[in-house]
């Protein structure tokens, strides 16, 4: 199947900055991307839909001026969580489906943010 | 997004079959089943999808009610690597526009025993 891979794969940052994690899909291009934010012991929830060369469309109750997504190449998608504070500490996780419409999503490994 | 119920968690002992259950009631008639699963500290994985028919493949096996009310994924053989969370999600057919992303249940712990 293919391939999606997160970095960095753990960060451990100070409260008040901000924490880029990047999304790439490794061997096929993704018009769309997903970001999403798991909690511990909670579900995954989607925070938003990154789309190649247009803004992000965000969920209700996600900030998208605290959750900056860029979507700058058919591979690439980046997360920005700016202003970090602790209760953003969480495990980011971001898919791709390789074709609009395709049933299969691929997930990336995930990054561990821990906000001190 | 129709709702899913999972039990849980389950138990089940290593190189039996697993059969996890879901109840989907108010599935309309164009909604997927999909199934993923997560190992812990890890991104989810895709396991299998079905819309009625039954469905097998190298990982699992799909089983759909004839009302499509329900389904039961079924692990052949479980191993202790299949241990995981996994999560039952309803997905309607795409209809373009990118919003595409997947609404995730609490999903059924799975417990392997050696």
């Known amino acids: 199947g293919a391939v999606v891979s997160q970095h960095p794969s753990r960060v451990i940052c100070k409260s008040g900055t901000s924490v880029k994690i990047e999304c790439r899909s490794l061997?096929?291009?993704?018009?769309?991307m997903f970001w999403y934010r798991q909690f511990p012991k909670k579900s995954l929830m989607l925070m938003a839909t990154?789309?190649?060369?247009?803004?992000?469309?965000?969920e209700q109750g996600v900030e998208k001026d605290k959750f900056l997504i860029n979507h700058a190449s058919l591979t690439l998608s980046t997360l920005t969580v700016t202003s970090a504070h602790p209760e953003d500490s969480s495990f980011y996780i971001c898919?791709?489906?390789?074709?609009?419409?395709?049933?299969?999503?691929?997930f990336g490994p995930g990054t561990r943010l821990t906000v001190l | 997004d129709a709702k899913t119920t999972q039990p849980n968690s389950m138990e089940s002992n290593e190189e039996e079959p697993v059969h996890l259950p879901c109840n989907h009631s108010t599935i309309s008639g164009t909604d997927y089943i999909h199934w993923y699963r997560q190992l812990p500290s890890q991104g989810p994985e895709y396991v299998i999808h079905?819309?009625?028919s039954n469905v097998n493949n190298r990982m699992a096996s799909l089983a759909i009610a004839e009302d499509r009310k329900s389904s039961t994924l079924i692990l052949h053989r479980a191993t202790l690597r299949d241990a995981a969370v996994y999560y039952c999600?309803?997905?309607?057919?795409?209809?373009?526009?990118?919003?595409?992303?997947?609404?995730f249940g609490k999903g059924t712990h799975l417990i392997i025993q050696p």
């Open positions: 990154s789309n190649e060369g247009s803004k992000a469309t965000y």
């Open positions: 061997d096929f291009q993704a018009t769309t």
């Open positions: 999600i309803l997905r309607g057919t795409y209809s373009g526009g990118g919003a595409d992303g997947l609404t």
């Open positions: 079905g819309l009625t």
């Open positions: 898919s791709a489906r390789d074709y609009p419409g395709r049933n299969e999503q691929f």
